[in-house]
């Protein structure tokens, strides 16, 4: 394969394997474990699962695409499935064989369906996974519901996406793979393992709210979640969840609607001693420490990239693939990760989070190293470095992120609302006539900074909480500032908490990708239950009833996200993942009505707002006892990852003790 070298564009070699036709018998609804046992010829193969009376025939269909691919190239196959049995049947999109080297999912798939018996469910758009050697039997999406005699045609469509940036790291990479269909599964056998817990009632409780746990599938199983019925089962409770997976060990935190399992991470696995207690303090593991490195210089060419490795016996982190630039100059690099000099590698690593409007070169960062962290973690980090603006409550946020400006007694005209001239802000009255008011009062919230009715900086003071105010911009009013922070925000900017966990996931779980659910969503619940002084008619009083409370203020058990923008998953545009992996909520942890079973014996990070008030945002976190409360976003607690098992069939072995847990192998 010969490897071609852009200046600003990867081009690739690219080849597909498709199945054409796939043909799918069946006898019964009830699968177990199976392997692949290939059998026939290269037009006619069939595959034997156990005892089980189901045959899959297929043609594949090899098609070169040339020497070489650019960013922008797609190509279209057609792939039917039958299933001539007399039951209803499930089966999921597989890769039977699978080579990628392009990198940061680039190279996607994605289907659309149609049906002999009116629709069918379309493959939403996967990325591709990333291998470094040929994988078999991976699992793309699934389960899909085919009825006997049903016949589905899906158009897929795989592309090399134009990302619109530099994409010279896929310089040289490749692709070949084979598509094909293998047996579906309602829910993961952990499911069952939960749903055993429940019924019994000792240990685990069913769930009847709301829920949305998968961007890509409508779910209707029966959610079971963590729960000892008195406090003399603590113990043997936990006891009973604990999985060994991707070599960690992690608890069991509740089921999905889609017949997955929450996983939450629980510390390094030991051989010949298993799984440490969550409250463990005389085990320590290395991991990622975050603290708040302040105000930090940038005044070179440096190397920034947004994605590192690291060296648990060095100490040292690895950029991947960094750029250099020059933050002096380039806003662009913030965001990113660097060793604050030319190098690559370093044992002190900067998160840039924002800039210092008041100089050039400085950047408020994080600074990680790699040191002893606590059993049940995997670091400390800032949910996010500014704790200014309600806008720092998400998991990611737009580029509107009005913070706090000063407290300072307003002394001026007062408006009830403003007009935008196009350059400038008119201060008026509700009936939007021209304010004369110098009363602030809970009608009239906005001021000029120059006292008067017209504006003449292009800004507007609006008063929120007693004497503190922030500024508006731009023509936006309070209305239109709340819907872009909080109800309809354009997630662009990650918070430090999203980077940190994204980061860990690409060193840790990217080879275990086959059975972490990718269209798991993880509610960053946004949506408000008091806009307090955030409104124009709102109080103007220095105390409570002046902040903004978000849904889970009053910590409601509701396990869903009303706004489409807080659906965190891999598969959503709107609040894009770059790897399936979150944090607990506070409503999953309130659940849980054990402060005993929660308990670590270190703050842990949730990713539940819980209210602004003066300057300071807050998100809620589990107190060392397990209680739950809140703290400004820039404290730098502890994290506990949380990741969804799929609904796939995978053997798994153990009894779900901290000795023996359960295996997923």
Request: glycine share 8%.
């Amino acid at each position: 394969m010969e490897e071609i070298k852009l200046e600003k564009k990867a081009v690739i070699k690219v080849f597909v394997l498709a199945i054409v036709i796939l043909t799918f018998s069946i006898l019964g609804v009830t699968y177990a474990y199976f392997g692949w046992q290939i059998e026939g010829n290269e037009e006619a193969s069939s595959l034997t699962l156990l005892s089980r009376d189901l045959q899959l025939e297929y043609n594949d269909v090899q098609i070169s695409m040339g020497s070489n691919e650019y960013p922008g190239w797609s190509d279209t196959k057609t792939i039917v499935v039958r299933n001539t049995g007399s039951e209803t049947a499930l089966y999921n999109f597989i890769w039977r064989e699978l080579y990628n080297t392009i990198q940061k999912g680039d190279l996607v798939i994605r289907a659309t369906c149609s049906s002999n018996k009116g629709g069918c469910a379309n493959l939403p758009e996967k990325k591709v996974r990333y291998t470094t050697d040929v994988v078999q039997n991976s699992y793309i999406h699934g389960p899909f519901s085919i009825a006997s005699g049903e016949t589905q045609t899906y158009t897929l469509t795989i592309e090399y996406k134009e990302t619109g940036s530099d994409q010279r790291y896929n310089n040289g990479a490749s692709f070949h793979g084979t598509i094909n269909i293998g047996e579906g599964a309602e829910t993961h056998p952990l499911y069952s393992v939960m749903q055993t817990l429940a019924q019994a009632g000792d240990y685990a409780s069913t769930y009847s709210g709301t829920s949305n746990d998968s961007y890509g599938r409508t779910g209707n199983k029966t959610i079971y979640y963590i729960k000892p019925r008195s406090s003399s089962y603590e113990s043997e409770l936990l006891n009973k969840i604990n999985v060994k997976f991707a070599g960690m060990c992690w608890q069991i935190l509740r089921t999905t609607d889609t017949g997955g399992v929450k996983l939450i991470y629980n510390g390094e696995y030991v051989e010949g001693t298993g799984c440490y207690p969550q409250t463990d303090t005389e085990h320590t593991h290395k991991g990622i420490i975050g603290t708040n490195a302040g105000s930090t210089g940038f005044g070179g060419m440096f190397k920034y990239s947004d994605t590192f490795t690291y060296n648990i016996s060095t100490g040292e982190f690895t950029l991947v693939n960094p750029i250099e630039g020059n933050y002096y100059s380039d806003k662009s690099l913030l965001r990113k990760y660097s060793c604050r000099s030319s190098a690559s590698t370093c044992t002190t690593l900067y998160y840039l989070n924002y800039e210092n409007k008041s100089a050039s070169n400085i950047a408020y960062c994080t600074a990680y190293t790699i040191g002893d962290t606590q059993n049940a973690q995997i670091g400390t980090s800032p949910f996010y470095a500014n704790y200014y603006s309600p806008a720092y409550v998400g998991y990611m946020f737009g580029d509107t992120a009005y913070e706090y400006v000063a407290n300072t007694a307003p002394s001026g005209i007062m408006g009830n609302k403003v007009h935008w001239n196009g350059s400038n802000y008119e201060l008026q009255e509700s009936d939007g006539t021209t304010s004369s008011n110098s009363t602030y009062d809970t009608n009239h919230h906005y001021m000029c900074n120059n006292g008067l009715s017209t504006c003449a900086d292009g800004k507007v003071r609006y008063y929120y909480y007693g004497n503190y105010y922030t500024e508006l911009t731009g023509g936006d009013d309070i209305e239109a500032a709340i819907s872009k922070m909080l109800t309809n925000v354009e997630n662009k900017h990650d918070s430090t908490m999203k980077a940190y966990l994204e980061n860990w996931y690409y060193n840790n779980l990217r080879d275990y990708e086959d059975y972490i659910d990718q269209d798991a969503v993880y509610c960053n619940d946004r949506s408000i239950t008091s806009l307090g002084g955030w409104s124009n008619t709102g109080p103007i009083t220095a105390d409570s009833n002046s902040n903004i409370k978000f849904n889970n203020y009053i910590i409601k058990t509701t396990l869903g996200c009303t706004n489409n923008t807080d659906k965190f998953s891999t598969s959503n545009t709107s609040a894009q993942l770059k790897y399936p992996i979150g944090l607990a909520t506070a409503p999953e942890m309130k659940l849980i009505n054990n402060d005993n079973v929660r308990k670590t014996g270190q703050y842990i990070w949730l990713v539940s707002p819980d209210y602004f008030s003066t300057n300071t945002v807050n998100e809620h976190y589990v107190f060392s006892s397990g209680g739950l409360g809140s703290i400004n976003v820039n404290y730098a607690a502890g994290s506990r990852p949380v990741i969804t098992l799929a609904p796939t069939n995978v053997p798994v072995t153990g009894n779900g003790s901290l000795s023996n847990p359960y295996v997923i192998n």
